[in-house]
T-cell receptor
Framework: KQEVTQIPAALSVPEGENLVLNCSFT??????LQWFRQDPGKGLTSLLL?????REQTSGRLNASLDKSSGRSTLYIAASQPGDSATYLC????????FGTGTSLTVIP | DGGITQSPKYLFRKEGQNVTLSCEQN?????MYWYRQDPGQGLRLIYY???????QKGDIAEGYSVSREKKESFPLTVTSAQKNPTAFYLC????????????FGPGTRLTVT
Protein backbone atom coordinates (compact mmCIF):
# COMPACT_ATOMS: atom_id res chain seq x y z
CA LYS A 1 0.00 0.00 0.00
CA GLN A 2 1.21 3.49 -0.83
CA GLU A 3 2.55 5.47 2.12
CA VAL A 4 3.02 9.23 1.91
CA THR A 5 5.19 11.14 4.37
CA GLN A 6 5.61 14.86 4.87
CA ILE A 7 8.49 16.24 6.89
CA PRO A 8 8.61 18.48 8.85
CA ALA A 9 5.21 18.37 10.49
CA ALA A 10 5.49 22.07 11.32
CA LEU A 11 7.60 24.95 10.05
CA SER A 12 7.92 28.63 11.07
CA VAL A 13 9.70 31.12 8.85
CA PRO A 14 10.02 34.93 8.76
CA GLU A 15 8.14 36.79 6.07
CA GLY A 16 9.98 37.03 2.77
CA GLU A 17 11.89 33.80 3.12
CA ASN A 18 11.88 31.17 0.38
CA LEU A 19 11.00 27.71 1.62
CA VAL A 20 10.66 24.10 0.53
CA LEU A 21 8.12 21.56 1.73
CA ASN A 22 8.87 17.89 1.25
CA CYS A 23 6.71 14.93 0.32
CA SER A 24 7.89 11.34 -0.09
CA PHE A 25 6.00 8.28 -1.27
CA THR A 26 6.87 4.60 -1.23
CA UNK A 27 5.38 3.36 -4.52
CA UNK A 28 6.70 5.15 -7.59
CA UNK A 29 3.88 3.80 -9.80
CA UNK A 30 1.74 6.91 -9.43
CA UNK A 31 -0.45 8.75 -11.92
CA UNK A 32 -0.30 12.20 -10.30
CA LEU A 33 1.07 14.09 -7.36
CA GLN A 34 -1.24 16.83 -6.12
CA TRP A 35 -0.47 19.57 -3.60
CA PHE A 36 -3.22 21.12 -1.49
CA ARG A 37 -3.58 23.92 1.01
CA GLN A 38 -5.88 23.64 4.01
CA ASP A 39 -6.84 26.51 6.30
CA PRO A 40 -8.08 25.68 9.81
CA GLY A 41 -11.56 24.16 9.75
CA LYS A 42 -11.80 24.38 5.97
CA GLY A 43 -11.70 22.04 3.01
CA LEU A 44 -8.69 21.45 0.79
CA THR A 45 -7.77 23.84 -1.99
CA SER A 46 -5.85 22.40 -4.91
CA LEU A 47 -2.58 24.22 -5.58
CA LEU A 48 -0.75 22.21 -8.19
CA LEU A 49 -1.13 18.87 -9.97
CA UNK A 50 1.92 17.18 -11.48
CA UNK A 51 1.21 14.34 -13.87
CA UNK A 52 3.58 11.38 -13.69
CA UNK A 53 5.11 12.29 -17.05
CA UNK A 54 5.93 15.82 -15.87
CA ARG A 55 8.83 17.02 -13.73
CA GLU A 56 7.38 20.26 -12.39
CA GLN A 57 4.50 22.68 -12.36
CA THR A 58 4.43 26.39 -11.51
CA SER A 59 1.70 28.74 -10.36
CA GLY A 60 2.67 32.22 -9.28
CA ARG A 61 5.07 31.97 -6.34
CA LEU A 62 4.61 28.21 -6.11
CA ASN A 63 6.69 25.58 -7.88
CA ALA A 64 6.21 21.85 -7.41
CA SER A 65 8.62 19.22 -8.62
CA LEU A 66 8.29 15.48 -8.96
CA ASP A 67 11.00 12.80 -9.00
CA LYS A 68 9.20 9.49 -9.36
CA SER A 69 12.35 7.39 -9.29
CA SER A 70 13.30 8.65 -5.84
CA GLY A 71 9.70 8.86 -4.61
CA ARG A 72 9.89 12.55 -3.80
CA SER A 73 8.07 15.77 -4.51
CA THR A 74 8.83 19.27 -3.27
CA LEU A 75 6.74 22.40 -3.06
CA TYR A 76 8.78 25.59 -3.29
CA ILE A 77 7.21 28.80 -2.03
CA ALA A 78 9.01 32.00 -2.99
CA ALA A 79 8.96 35.19 -0.95
CA SER A 80 6.63 33.82 1.73
CA GLN A 81 3.83 35.99 3.11
CA PRO A 82 1.74 35.76 6.31
CA GLY A 83 -1.21 34.78 4.12
CA ASP A 84 0.66 31.61 3.16
CA SER A 85 0.21 30.33 6.72
CA ALA A 86 -1.77 27.10 6.43
CA THR A 87 -1.33 23.34 6.34
CA TYR A 88 0.03 21.97 3.08
CA LEU A 89 -0.81 18.40 2.08
CA CYS A 90 0.44 16.27 -0.74
CA UNK A 91 -1.40 13.32 -2.26
CA UNK A 92 -0.10 10.60 -4.57
CA UNK A 93 -2.62 8.94 -6.84
CA UNK A 94 -2.76 5.44 -8.15
CA UNK A 95 -6.17 3.82 -8.17
CA UNK A 96 -6.98 6.17 -5.30
CA UNK A 97 -5.38 9.17 -3.63
CA UNK A 98 -3.07 8.62 -0.65
CA PHE A 99 -2.49 11.66 1.55
CA GLY A 100 0.35 12.74 3.75
CA THR A 101 -0.35 14.19 7.19
CA GLY A 102 0.68 17.66 6.08
CA THR A 103 3.14 20.39 7.01
CA SER A 104 1.77 23.23 9.12
CA LEU A 105 3.40 26.45 7.91
CA THR A 106 3.51 29.67 9.89
CA VAL A 107 4.92 32.78 8.22
CA ILE A 108 5.86 35.37 10.84
CA PRO A 109 5.39 39.05 9.89
CA ASP B 1 -20.04 29.16 -9.68
CA GLY B 2 -18.97 25.55 -10.06
CA GLY B 3 -18.05 23.70 -6.96
CA ILE B 4 -18.85 21.23 -4.22
CA THR B 5 -21.22 21.98 -1.38
CA GLN B 6 -21.46 20.10 1.88
CA SER B 7 -24.12 20.60 4.47
CA PRO B 8 -24.40 21.22 7.29
CA LYS B 9 -21.06 22.76 8.32
CA TYR B 10 -21.47 21.55 11.91
CA LEU B 11 -23.52 18.56 13.04
CA PHE B 12 -24.18 17.31 16.54
CA ARG B 13 -25.72 13.93 17.33
CA LYS B 14 -26.27 11.66 20.26
CA GLU B 15 -24.55 8.31 20.34
CA GLY B 16 -26.67 5.57 18.76
CA GLN B 17 -28.25 7.80 16.13
CA ASN B 18 -27.62 7.54 12.41
CA VAL B 19 -26.76 10.78 10.63
CA THR B 20 -26.53 11.68 6.92
CA LEU B 21 -24.05 14.16 5.52
CA SER B 22 -24.87 15.86 2.24
CA CYS B 23 -22.51 16.38 -0.69
CA GLU B 24 -23.51 17.99 -3.99
CA GLN B 25 -21.32 18.96 -6.97
CA ASN B 26 -22.04 20.92 -10.14
CA UNK B 27 -18.69 20.27 -11.80
CA UNK B 28 -20.12 17.47 -13.97
CA UNK B 29 -17.58 15.09 -12.45
CA UNK B 30 -18.19 11.36 -12.69
CA UNK B 31 -16.26 10.41 -9.57
CA MET B 32 -17.03 11.38 -5.98
CA TYR B 33 -15.29 10.54 -2.73
CA TRP B 34 -15.75 10.71 1.03
CA TYR B 35 -12.78 11.18 3.36
CA ARG B 36 -12.43 11.38 7.09
CA GLN B 37 -9.83 13.66 8.71
CA ASP B 38 -8.71 13.30 12.31
CA PRO B 39 -6.15 15.51 14.08
CA GLY B 40 -2.59 14.50 13.27
CA GLN B 41 -3.69 12.00 10.62
CA GLY B 42 -3.89 12.23 6.87
CA LEU B 43 -7.16 11.97 5.03
CA ARG B 44 -8.55 8.44 4.97
CA LEU B 45 -10.85 7.23 2.21
CA ILE B 46 -14.27 5.98 3.33
CA TYR B 47 -16.12 5.34 0.05
CA TYR B 48 -15.83 6.39 -3.56
CA UNK B 49 -18.02 6.22 -6.64
CA UNK B 50 -16.97 6.48 -10.26
CA UNK B 51 -20.42 6.18 -11.79
CA UNK B 52 -24.05 6.51 -10.79
CA UNK B 53 -25.47 3.52 -8.90
CA UNK B 54 -22.02 2.11 -8.20
CA UNK B 55 -19.60 2.69 -5.33
CA GLN B 56 -16.63 0.99 -3.68
CA LYS B 57 -15.38 0.75 -0.12
CA GLY B 58 -12.29 2.65 0.82
CA ASP B 59 -9.88 1.93 3.64
CA ILE B 60 -12.27 2.65 6.53
CA ALA B 61 -15.80 1.84 5.27
CA GLU B 62 -17.01 0.00 8.37
CA GLY B 63 -19.88 1.84 10.05
CA TYR B 64 -20.61 4.02 7.01
CA SER B 65 -22.94 3.73 4.03
CA VAL B 66 -23.41 5.73 0.83
CA SER B 67 -25.69 6.00 -2.18
CA ARG B 68 -25.18 7.43 -5.65
CA GLU B 69 -28.59 7.84 -7.27
CA LYS B 70 -27.66 11.03 -9.12
CA LYS B 71 -24.39 12.14 -10.68
CA GLU B 72 -24.45 15.35 -8.64
CA SER B 73 -25.08 13.84 -5.22
CA PHE B 74 -23.19 11.43 -2.95
CA PRO B 75 -24.64 11.41 0.60
CA LEU B 76 -22.81 9.66 3.42
CA THR B 77 -24.61 8.03 6.35
CA VAL B 78 -22.70 7.56 9.56
CA THR B 79 -24.39 4.68 11.32
CA SER B 80 -24.51 3.81 15.00
CA ALA B 81 -22.07 0.98 14.21
CA GLN B 82 -19.24 3.48 13.64
CA LYS B 83 -17.26 3.38 16.89
CA ASN B 84 -15.59 6.79 16.72
CA PRO B 85 -17.71 8.98 14.46
CA THR B 86 -16.55 12.37 15.73
CA ALA B 87 -14.36 13.78 12.95
CA PHE B 88 -14.13 16.22 10.07
CA TYR B 89 -15.69 14.76 6.91
CA LEU B 90 -14.62 15.91 3.47
CA CYS B 91 -16.30 15.23 0.15
CA UNK B 92 -14.38 15.44 -3.13
CA UNK B 93 -15.01 14.95 -6.81
CA UNK B 94 -12.91 14.43 -9.92
CA UNK B 95 -13.04 13.41 -13.53
CA UNK B 96 -12.16 9.79 -14.25
CA UNK B 97 -9.19 8.52 -16.23
CA UNK B 98 -5.53 8.55 -15.38
CA UNK B 99 -4.74 12.21 -14.86
CA UNK B 100 -7.54 13.28 -12.58
CA UNK B 101 -7.46 16.21 -10.19
CA UNK B 102 -9.51 16.17 -7.02
CA UNK B 103 -11.60 19.09 -5.84
CA PHE B 104 -12.88 19.31 -2.28
CA GLY B 105 -15.91 20.69 -0.52
CA PRO B 106 -15.73 22.81 2.65
CA GLY B 107 -16.27 19.86 5.00
CA THR B 108 -18.71 18.89 7.75
CA ARG B 109 -17.58 18.64 11.35
CA LEU B 110 -19.55 15.90 13.11
CA THR B 111 -19.59 15.66 16.88
CA VAL B 112 -21.22 12.67 18.54
CA THR B 113 -21.70 12.68 22.31
Amino acid sequence: KQEVTQIPAALSVPEGENLVLNCSFTDSAIYNLQWFRQDPGKGLTSLLLIQSSQREQTSGRLNASLDKSSGRSTLYIAASQPGDSATYLCAASGNQFYFGTGTSLTVIP
Amino acid sequence: DGGITQSPKYLFRKEGQNVTLSCEQNLNHDAMYWYRQDPGQGLRLIYYSQIVNDFQKGDIAEGYSVSREKKESFPLTVTSAQKNPTAFYLCASSTTGTYYEQYFGPGTRLTVT
